[in-house]
């Protein structure tokens, strides 16, 4: 039984490793250093060479997997096919999705070793309210890109996981909660717990209401 338990746990760093290093090759692809990518999503250089080095165990996790990527342009299935591209990878990382979820998404395509993801495309949101104004008022239409990461002071459409969804200006976040401005008042801050939100989209333009 010991040595089952041993042979459990060196599978697991070792699935924590592949998909660490697979992040730190997305991360390349994009030309960024770790202290830039986590500024991405306000987090330390510190905190995502960790996630790197598979010392996290929340890398697992999908919603940590969307964080993470987000800030690289990429896909949680983007992560886990470059990490399974990866000969050394143990068969076990077959496991972590079903099927369908590491099967490759419409739009992505192997080229070697490296992975694009397609342009995710634009949606478009009308604000009922003037809760973000003089930023935006009611009538505006906020062109947003579903799942791209927001940088400070950019809008962004926050997806709940009760089905509510507010529309706000991207501050900062940790690995606990998100902060954001707009919450009837642009220098009102709203703290959102992370374990809330179910997607996270930046706002890429405004189009006034004609």
């Known amino acids: 039984m010991a040595g089952s338990g041993e042979t459990s746990e060196a599978r697991a760093l070792g699935e924590a490793r592949a998909l660490g290093e697979a ?34 165990p929340g890398l697992f996790r999908p919603d940590v997997q969307r964080r993470l990527t987000g800030a690289l342009d990429a896909t949680p299935e983007a992560l886990v096919l470059r990490s399974q591209d990866d000969p050394a990878t143990p068969e076990g990382l077959h496991r972590l999705n079903s099927p369908a979820e590491i099967a490759a998404p419409q739009g992505l395509s192997a ?22 104004a003089p930023w935006a008022s009611a ?27 507010k529309v706000r200006l991207y501050d900062r976040a940790d690995d606990a909660e998100v902060v954001v401005l707009g919450a009837g008042a642009l220098d009102q801050s709203e703290r ?19």
């Not at 490296?114 to 634009?122: D, I, S, V």
């Not at 579903?146 to 969804?165: A, N, T, Y």
């Not at 959102?192 to 004609?210: F, G, H």
């Open 192 to 210: 959102i717990a992370r374990s809330r939100i179910q997607s996270m989209s930046a706002v890429t333009s405004r189009l006034d209401d004609e």
């Open 111 to 132: 080229r070697g070793r490296a992975f694009e993801g397609a342009p995710a495309q634009a949606r478009r949101l009308r604000l009922e309210t003037d809760e973000l």
């Open 23 to 56: 992040l730190a090759a997305l991360r390349r692809d994009c030309g960024l250093s770790q202290a830039e990518a986590g500024a991405r999503i306000g987090m330390t250089g510190q905190g995502w060479g960790l996630y790197e080095a598979g010392k996290r």
């Open 139 to 165: 009538g505006t239409v906020l062109e947003y890109v579903p799942g791209r990461w927001p940088r400070r002071g950019q809008g962004c459409v926050i997806q709940l996981e009760d089905g509510v969804r």
